[in-house]
């Protein structure tokens, strides 16, 4: 079926089964949850800042694959990158998912980011897709006065 | 049900009831989804209507649309006259005394809330008690947190064993002098079981404490007599009874109702208003203000009248076949689990797959057309005595026939190849 495997690609499946980044950051400067009540997605998420850089992120907890495999391939992503680069990718990342990316038809230069644009087909899974995301990018925000909105 | 590998028994019974032929009845069931024949088996959560209810509802206000009991012309008459025979079926179909204990509602929730309100008024006070079981739906919990919390009373559990069963021992010790009502589940929606009513509520009697059954997932697999059961308050929700969405049904024991003070204030729950004092309506009005959901309420009558005229025995013995069935299947699909497995249990069958979140199961058993629940089931109590998130769960309807038990089984060995 199509579009299930649009759905469930091999990285989404291999970050779900091995996820990068599952721990506790002992010296994190942020730590914050993210919950989905509906379906009882539950993660906490980690992350340590070297000045206006993401030094590294974690997480914990559990959930179901997409959002897993999301929180997961974000750990990787952002590890390293400038607080105004990450905010490019949470942008895009929500654009992706929910099927609205206006970037070049070829997604490839997005790298992992990429495997998620099938989360689109499945509107139930928006959510799961940006649970981790949305409460990171919240938690780097948090002193800045950026607003985040749904 | 006893789980058993029998499965191939009920061949006198197909004699009578004829699925096919149900199906006709409920014109959803021919949907396809994603490409694929529709498998609904998400009856716990809202079922699928006949066309009789669909029309009834259409009917209405194509050639009869007025409001109740308050107009002299024709419309309103029949209107009136309609909603009220509705009453009088529903006191027939529930065993009640007197369709003056039958009160429309919003649905099941609404009639807890009503009896937390309003009996919680009159009869709870600081340092009571209110019983309930750990297997109860959400709308069964926070009216009476919400009433504990008003009054300074406390809500007590029943705890209940691994396959979901209500320790007894328990729930007796837990009916005390302090105790002023139990409120539990007659069917859990989360893991199917069919509770000890009939005994829990003669404990309870015993130390004249009411009781309020939630039967809102009992009324669509057994016949329920509220004398028989000699409950205080039954309640249930039209749309799982294959009714309308937006009507449901509080039955009261009469003393106990008349006794209560009202719900809400406004039309047709009064007799008489001046701005000094107002004096109330006779029951059922007492408890119903303002105006209805008449035409829901009307095709409400037309769901009991087709589910009053099924071959009960057959309807019973066809859901224990998928059930027992459904059950068979899962067991030969390596790694999964069933929560929820009570000696006396209906058609719903909670599950979950080894290092397969619900969710995932969900999504995939719908790319073949299988209508399933996962999460929590408003029951977060329930999963957390378990020790998980959510389930997966498939709850079936007596239009559900064993192919659809196949197709779920063939749809679940997917779910494991995907996930590898
Ligand atoms: C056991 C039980 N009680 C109460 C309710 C609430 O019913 P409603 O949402 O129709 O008011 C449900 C619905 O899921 C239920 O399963």
Same mark, same amino acid.
């Given at each position: 079926?199509?579009?299930?495997?649009?759905?469930?690609?091999?990285?989404?499946?291999?970050h779900?089964?091995?996820p @990068?980044?599952?721990?506790?950051?002992?010296?994190?400067? @942020?730590?914050?949850?993210?919950?989905?009540?509906l379906?009882?997605?539950?993660?906490?998420?980690?992350?340590?800042?070297?000045?206006?850089?993401?030094?590294?992120?974690?997480?914990q907890?559990?959930?179901?694959?997409?959002?897993?495999?999301?929180a997961?391939?974000?750990?990787?992503?952002?590890?390293?990158?400038?607080?105004?680069?990450?905010?490019?990718?949470?942008?895009?990342?929500?654009?992706l998912? @929910?099927?609205?990316f206006?970037?070049?038809?070829?997604?490839?230069?997005?790298?992992?980011?990429?495997?998620?644009?099938?989360?689109?087909?499945f509107?139930?899974?928006?959510?799961?897709?940006?649970?981790?995301?949305?409460?990171?990018?919240?938690?780097?925000?948090?002193?800045e006065?950026?607003?985040?909105?749904? | 049900?006893?789980i058993?590998?029998?499965?191939n028994?009920?061949?006198?019974?197909?004699?009578?009831?004829?699925?096919?032929?149900?199906?006709?009845?409920?014109?959803?069931?021919?949907?396809?989804?994603?490409?694929?024949?529709?498998?609904?088996?998400?009856?716990a959560? *809202?079922?699928? %209507?006949?066309? #009789?209810?669909?029309?009834?509802?259409?009917?209405?206000?194509?050639?009869?649309?007025a409001?109740?009991?308050r107009?002299?012309?024709?419309?309103?008459?029949?209107?009136?006259?309609?909603?009220?025979?509705?009453?009088?079926?529903?006191?027939?179909f529930?065993?009640?005394?007197?369709?003056?204990?039958?009160?429309?509602?919003?649905g099941?929730?609404? !009639?807890?809330n009503?009896?937390?309100?309003s009996?919680?008024?009159?009869?709870v006070?600081?340092?009571?008690?209110?019983?309930?079981?750990?297997?109860?739906?959400?709308? =069964?919990?926070v009216?009476?947190?919400?009433?504990?919390?008003? %009054?300074?009373?406390?809500?007590?559990?029943?705890?209940?064993?691994?396959?979901?069963?209500v320790l007894?021992?328990?729930y007796?010790?837990?009916?005390?002098p302090?105790?002023?009502?139990?409120?539990?589940?007659?069917?859990?929606?989360?893991l199917?079981?069919?509770?000890?009513?009939?005994?829990?509520?003669?404990?309870?009697?015993?130390?004249?404490?009411?009781?309020?059954?939630?039967?809102?997932?009992?009324?669509?697999?057994?016949r329920?007599?509220?004398?028989?059961?000699?409950?205080?308050?039954?309640?249930?929700?039209s749309?799982?009874?294959?009714?309308?969405?937006? #009507?449901?049904?509080?039955?009261?024991?009469?003393r106990l109702l008349?006794?209560?003070?009202?719900?809400q204030?406004?039309?047709?729950?009064?007799?008489?208003?001046?701005?000094? %004092?107002?004096?109330?309506?006779?029951?059922?009005?007492?408890?119903?203000?303002?105006?209805?959901?008449?035409?829901?309420?009307?095709?409400?009558?037309?769901a009991?009248?087709?589910?009053?005229?099924?071959?009960w025995?057959?309807v019973?013995?066809h859901?224990?076949?998928l059930?027992?069935?459904?059950?068979?299947?899962?067991?030969?699909?390596?790694?999964?689990?069933?929560?929820?497995?009570?000696?006396?249990k209906?058609?719903?069958?909670?599950?979950?797959?080894?290092?397969?979140?619900?969710?995932?199961?969900?999504?995939?058993?719908?790319q073949?057309g299988v209508?399933?629940?996962?999460?929590?089931?408003?029951?977060?109590?329930v999963m957390?005595?378990?020790?998980i998130?959510? *389930?997966?769960? !498939?709850s079936?309807?007596?239009? =559900?026939?064993?192919?659809?038990?196949?197709?779920?089984?063939?749809?679940? %060995?997917?779910?494991?190849?995907?996930?590898g």
């Open positions: 079926m199509a579009d299930l495997q649009a759905l469930y690609q091999e990285i989404i499946l291999d779900n089964k091995n @990068r980044n599952f721990r506790v950051l002992p010296d994190a400067d @942020r730590v914050v949850d993210a919950y989905n009540p379906c009882g997605d539950h993660y906490t998420l980690y992350v340590r800042l070297d000045g206006d850089r993401i030094a590294d992120v974690t997480f907890g559990s959930g179901c694959a997409i959002s897993k495999a999301s997961s391939v974000m750990s990787t992503v952002l590890k390293g990158k400038s607080i105004a680069d990450a905010q490019k990718i949470f942008e895009v990342f929500h654009q998912v @929910r099927g609205e206006k970037g070049e038809r070829d997604l490839e230069h997005l790298g992992k980011i990429a495997a998620f644009a099938g989360v689109s087909e509107p139930t899974r928006v959510k799961c897709a940006i649970l981790a995301w949305h409460a990171v990018r919240g938690a780097v925000s948090a002193n006065q950026t607003v985040t909105t749904e | 049900m006893s058993s590998p029998d499965a028994k009920p061949a006198s019974d197909q004699a009578l009831f004829d699925v096919e032929r149900i199906r006709r009845d409920f014109p959803l069931l021919t949907a396809t989804v994603h490409g694929r024949p529709l498998v609904y088996f998400d009856n959560a *809202t079922s699928q %209507k006949p066309s #009789v209810v669909i029309e009834a509802e259409r009917h209405y206000y194509q050639t009869e649309n409001n109740v009991h107009g002299v012309h024709a419309l309103s008459e029949r209107a009136t006259a309609e909603y009220e025979e509705v009453r009088r079926l529903v006191a027939r529930l065993n009640a005394e007197s369709e003056r204990e039958i009160i429309f509602v919003r099941a929730t609404e !009639a807890i009503l009896v937390a309100s009996f919680g008024r009159m009869a006070k600081a340092g009571d008690e209110i019983l309930v079981t750990a297997m109860e739906h959400h709308s =069964n919990i009216p009476w947190q919400l009433l504990c919390g008003e %009054k300074g009373a406390t809500l007590r559990v029943v705890p209940m064993n691994d396959a979901g069963e007894l021992d328990e007796e010790r837990l009916l005390t302090k105790t002023r009502l139990v409120a539990l589940a007659h069917v859990s929606n989360a199917g079981t069919v509770n000890p009513v009939r005994r829990m509520i003669e404990a309870a009697h015993r130390s004249g404490i009411p009781v309020l059954l939630d039967g809102a997932q009992a009324v669509p697999h057994l329920v007599d509220v004398r028989e059961l000699d409950c205080d308050f039954y309640v249930l929700s749309h799982k009874l294959f009714g309308p969405t937006g #009507v449901g049904v509080l039955y009261g024991r009469e008349d006794a209560m003070p009202p719900y204030g406004g039309g047709d729950m009064i007799r008489s208003v001046t701005f000094e %004092k107002t004096t109330f309506n006779e029951l059922p009005y007492k408890f119903e203000a303002g105006t209805p959901n008449i035409a829901g309420t009307i095709a409400f009558g037309e009991i009248r087709y589910v009053s005229a099924l071959p025995p057959a019973m013995a859901e224990d076949a059930l027992r069935e459904a059950t068979i299947a899962l067991g030969t699909i390596n790694g999964t689990r069933i929560i929820g497995t009570a000696a006396e209906v058609g719903v069958l909670s599950f979950l797959m080894d290092g397969i979140h619900p969710h995932d199961i969900g999504t995939i058993l719908d073949y209508a399933v629940r996962t999460g929590h089931h408003c029951a977060q109590p957390d005595r378990y020790g998130p959510a *389930t997966a769960r !498939a079936f309807a007596f239009y =559900n026939t064993r192919e659809e038990i196949s197709v779920f089984a063939d749809a679940l %060995k997917r779910v494991k190849e995907v996930f």
